[in-house]
């Protein structure tokens, strides 16, 4: 009889641990669904097309939202498309909070596929032949009305990857490699 009710306390115990857990861990999930979504507003110097997107809601990257980001930022000299990395959209997002930037961010280059990529080192130096655009990894983008420098210093600042400035061309190259700049 013992070892009935030892065995049932335990049992009873188990039951009262597992509940407690879900207790204690529904107001966690609550509180990750009630974080601000994270919402993306693009311009592709390019193709002219525009995009506005959620791509962050409910405590998770959205899956259509960021196929949709990553068509937007397909090799626009062949179209090739190729999956875009999410936390590059957080590097983007929060570079133009912190510089206070309105309206898009204008995209200079987004994915770029090998084939692109391969004949753009050709014809010049500043051009990686192993370059993160080949991955996802990678865009150039210019926020209008913030000098080069300004939006470089900001990406500098996350500490989330590498940051190429390029003043005479306008634009900063952001990554979510190893953290460098250049």
Sequence with gaps: MFDKAKSRRGF???GLSAAATLVISNPVEAAVRRLPERQIHL???HTGESLKSIYWAEGRYQTKSIAQ???FLRDHRNGQVHPMDPKLL?????VQRKVGAKGPIHIICGYRSPATNAIMASLSDGVATQSLHTQGKAVDIR???HATRHVGKAALSLKAGGVGM???SDFVHIDTGRVRTW
């Excluded at 957080?90 to 929060?94: P, R, V, Y």
């Design 12 to 14: 009873l115990g188990l």
């Design 43 to 45: 311009y592709n110097t």
């Design 69 to 71: 980001i990553s068509r």
């Design 90 to 94: 957080d590097m983007m997002n929060s």
């Design 143 to 145: 926020l209008p009305g």
């Design 166 to 168: 390029y003043p005479e």
